[in-house]
Structures are given as C-alpha cells and as structure tokens.
C-alpha cells in the first residue's frame, strides 16, 4: 500500500515539474512578444500627405504643419534663494523650471518650445446641463411561481423605486505643450498654470498664455523628467517673524515676497535656499503681477522666545446665581539679538463662546484703548485669535501680557476644544 503511495507520489511530482516547466517557457514567450510589441511600437511610423494647389510653380511658399499628440505633460517648479545676511541690502532670486514630460512615443530633437496654458484639446466651450426629471416609476406584476407545495406562504408582488442617473464626466484642466511646429495636448494629472518667463517672448490671448523659450532643447520619449530653465526673476521680499507661543517657543522667519515682474508665476514645488543653505521643500500657489506670496525660512534662534507659565485660578461667585470665574493669565517674552531692526508678529488664543451661558471677557490688552505706539499694535482677527504685531529694535524687546476670564453657570461642566 505505502509503495503505491509512493509511486502515485513521485508521478504527480514528475508532473507538476514538467507544468511548472511548461508554464516558465509560456512565460519567457509572453515577455519576449511584450518586448517585441514594445519595439515596434517605438518604431511606428505616421505619414500624413499634404496636397497643394498652387496657382504658379515659381511661388515660394513657407508651410507650416501643426499637429496634436498625447501623453505629454508640463509643468512649474522653483529654486528660491534668499540673502539676507546682515549688513547687506536682502534680495529673493528666482529661477523659474519647466519641467517637460514626454511619453509620446516622439523624440524631440532640436526643438524651440513653446509652454502654454490652453488645453486645445477640450475646447473653449462650456459643457451644457440637460434637464434632470423624476417619475413615478410604472409598477409591473412579476410573475410568480406557483407555492402550493409550501404551506402557509402568501404570494407577494414585490415593488422598487429606482433612479436613473446620468455620468458628468469631469473636465479636467490640463496644461499643454506646443514645440515649434507642434502643439501637445496633456494627459497628465497637472495643474493649470501660467507661465511666467523672464527673457522669453510672451504671447497672451483672451484665455490663455504661451512663451517661446529662445533656448533650444532635446527630449526624449524617455517619460522621465527633463529640466528647462525658463528664467531668472529678482522679486523683492520683506522679512518679519511669526511666533505662536502656546505651541512653540521658535521665530519662523517669512519673507513675504512681491511679484514685481511682469510675469505670471505657476503653482508649483519650490526648494528654498537662505544664504546657500537649503532651508526646506515648499509650493506656491499661482501669483498675478503684484501679488504677493509667502516664503517660509525655518527658525531664526537669534529671535528669544519666552512663554511665561500660564496662572490659572477660579472662583465661585454669586448669592442667588452662581457662577464659575476662571482666570487666565500669562506673559510672552521676545527678544531681538540682532543687530538690525526686526518685525514680529505674535499669535495667541482668546476662547469663543458657543453658548450664551459661558461668557468670555479680555482683560489684558485692552482692545478699547487706542495703541498711539506705530511699532506696536494689536488686533483680534476672525478666527478670534490675537495678534500682536511688534517692531523691535537692535537688541530690543517686547513684554506681552495676556488675561481673560470666563465664567459659567456653576450646574454646568466646560471644555475646551480647537
């Protein structure tokens, strides 16, 4: 008996080796027509015939041939460098990328490039919304089978109410990307962009804007990223400090950047550079001419931050009735070692009631007072969040205190939540 098990044993296993060795040499064929579709797509030839009919053979004519193609994508990305090292004059530079992906199946070699916002492929008309109607749904008997050989069951006509609905596709912006003597359409997943180009020659029309970059360029149906420097803008940036001392004892360093050009800046990354250091990864949202946007410059630990601790006491008030009182107070300590003159801004919590029965009052700063100081002023924002904005001086410091009280009925438990 166990030499027959034995014998069945060794047959299936012979067996399932030759399968296995059956379905390896499958395999290497199936790889093998991949790499041979592939190749021949690579080399897959179009022709296009252009028929002329020209009135004298001695005419010279200048034919100019456009075409769209896909799976072809742009899109923006930045290096920003600040220098504001002290004792010099701070200035922001930046150098502005196209970074081009091909995966169209067609080198270009040689080629002026053209970036444009416009998507020729969607067209310039807004998809139109047809009426949407409800009914009442028509009910029809469904035939039932007979139950008789089932005691006791009661035939039933079932009923549905259905919808019909209709797909929306979703037209999604796309940038595109035209060479000179061809415009592409992008099937990347990119954001819409403007281009903004230093040197290069702009071209605007009702609802988009393309730049010929002067320079010219190969890339490769590779699919890979390919860099090309578009241009280099000097913007003019002003330098404060942001401090949110409940949550962190740090100055951040901002510099709040003008878009002084008369360029369009694109969203898109950004590596950020403070005195040829590399700072941090960052983006930027699409900037119109005069705009200004943000540039985040880490920590600046020659701004002292001290957050004195928080004193908090509570008490019961009242004859008839009775209240909770809860005080909060504490103190914000900055301080300037530099030897320039800084601009800070210091954030903190005040609590926003959201019932009628809790009732918050600010002591200190009082809002009622008109601050004649210009370097230092104060302002409750709509996110019922104090500001303090202070100009401090080489060297200088500012002191800000910060009280408020809150009181509820005593039958009542409060909580705190952001």
């Known amino acids: 008996m166990l030499s027959k098990i034995d014998r069945e044993t060794t047959q299936e296993q012979r067996q399932l080796k030759e399968l296995n060795s059956r379905r390896n040499a499958l395999t290497a064929k199936i790889n093998e027509h991949g790499l041979q579709a592939t190749a021949n797509r690579r080399i897959e030839q179009r022709e296009v015939t252009i028929t002329l009919h020209v009135a004298s053979s001695k005419t010279d004519i200048a034919l100019e041939v456009s075409y769209l193609i896909s799976n072809c994508s742009w899109s923006a990305s930045y290096d920003i460098r600040v220098d504001s090292e002290e004792g010099r004059q701070p200035k922001t530079q930046l150098t ?41 749904r028509q009910y029809h008997a469904i035939p039932q089978r007979s139950m008789s050989s089932v005691p006791g069951s009661i035939p039933t006509i079932g009923a549905s109410f259905s919808r019909t609905s209709r797909k929306l596709s979703n037209v999604r912006e796309q940038t595109s990307l035209i060479s000179s003597t061809s415009s592409y359409n992008d099937d990347e997943d990119t954001s819409q962009s403007i281009v903004n180009v230093l040197g290069s020659k702009a ?34 940036s002003t330098f404060s400090y942001t401090i949110v001392p409940k949550l962190s004892l740090h100055a951040y360093l901002k510099a709040s950047t003008l878009n002084t050009s008369d360029k369009y800046l ?7 550079f403070m005195n040829n250091n590399f700072v941090t990864h960052s983006s930027i949202d699409n900037v119109c001419i005069g705009d200004t946007f943000d540039l ?4 600046d630990s020659s701004i002292k931050v001290e957050y004195k601790p928080v004193k908090k006491t509570s ?19 900055v301080t300037n070692t530099k030897t320039n003159e800084v601009v800070v801004f210091v954030y903190d919590q ?11 009052t600010l002591i200190q700063p009082d809002l009622r007072r008109k601050d004649t100081n210009p370097h ?23 002191r ?19």
């Open 376 to 398: 230092h002023t104060i302002t409750l924002k709509d996110t019922n969040n104090l500001e303090w904005k202070c100009t401090l001086p080489p060297r200088g410091e500012c």
């Open 96 to 136: 502005y990328y196209g970074i081009i992906v091909n995966k169209s199946q067609e080198d270009w070699s040689d080629t002026q490039f053209s970036l444009s916002t416009s998507t020729p492929s969607l067209g310039g008309a807004a998809p139109k919304l047809a009426t949407l109607k409800v009914n009442c």
């Open 350 to 360: 005040v609590p926003l009631s959201s019932d009628e029965k809790i009732k918050v």
């Open 315 to 333: 008490d019961t008030q009242g004859i008839i009735s009775k209240i909770h009182l809860k005080t909060v107070r504490h103190e914000t300590h």
């Open 203 to 236: 071209e605007m029309s009702f609802s988009s804007t393309s730049f010929t970059i002067s320079r010219r360029s190969t890339i490769n149906a590779d699919g890979k990223p390919h860099k090309l420097t578009i241009g280099v803008l000097d913007l003019v």
């Open 296 to 299: 985040p410059l880490g920590i």
């Open 266 to 272: 694109l969203a898109g990354p950004a590596s950020i």
């Open 400 to 418: 800000l205190p910060f009280e408020y009280t809150v009181e509820w009925p005593v039958d009542k438990q409060v909580e705190f939540q952001e």
